[in-house]
């Protein structure tokens, strides 16, 4: 197959448009998402082929291919250095679910566990999740004095994640390429470095 043969837009069997495709290196190591339409005319140009399917069918006027949701590079690509997952409040967030470290409620901004008026710093293992409600009822306090713990330590997420971040709408295919664990990025490190409360 070459790019040539598609004709016309890509349309998905079922009418709707998937968002993006995870790309792996020839090792499997995740560089990045495209929209579907670059994923497409990589595997058409054979310069990556499917790793995973999204389970329906793109067609053009003379070519059917399965729409990709992961695909892997036929050669390796040497990649830079990367730098580790800029801290944000977006990105604490999404580490943590939209959830509240302290209740389980929605998320909308971020708590210091050890707050930095004490000597807390604005590091990854120090920072949550929080809803209004409970970031003001606890203040400059320590997790001891108010009698609160964290279900499990903050951690800083592994530098694939920055792949996906900024991506709405994820494919659960992706979270296997990712080292990603269902919901969130909790750690499985029992010697994850935890801030000191």
Do not use: F
Not at 80 to 109: F, M
Not at 125 to 136: D, G, L, S
Request: glycine content about 8%; some cysteine.
């Amino acid at each position: 197959m070459r790019p040539g043969d598609l004709s016309g837009s890509l349309v998905l069997s079922k009418g709707e448009l998937l968002p993006g495709a995870l790309v792996l290196n020839a090792t499997y190591e995740p560089l990045c998402v495209v929209p579907l339409r670059r994923a497409v005319v990589l595997v058409l140009a054979e310069k990556a082929v499917i790793v995973e399917a999204a389970g329906q069918v793109l067609h053009s006027e003379r070519v059917s291919i399965p729409a990709p949701s992961v695909v892997r590079l036929s050669r390796y690509v040497r990649v830079p250095y990367r730098r580790a997952v800029p801290l944000t409040r977006r990105a604490v967030l999404e580490r943590d679910g939209h959830q509240c470290a302290y209740c389980g409620t929605r998320a909308d901004t971020i708590d210091h566990v050890r707050p930095r008026s004490r000597g807390g710093e604005h590091i990854w293992t120090n920072v949550v999740a929080a809803c209004a409600r409970c970031n003001h009822r606890k203040g400059d306090r320590l997790l001891a004095e108010l009698g609160w713990h964290l279900p499990a330590p903050p951690v800083q997420p592994p530098v694939t994640v920055a792949v996906v971040m900024g991506w709405a709408k994820r494919d659960p295919s992706w979270q296997p390429y990712l080292s990603l664990g269902p919901g969130s990025w909790a750690a499985t490190d029992p010697e994850a470095a935890a801030p000191a409360v």
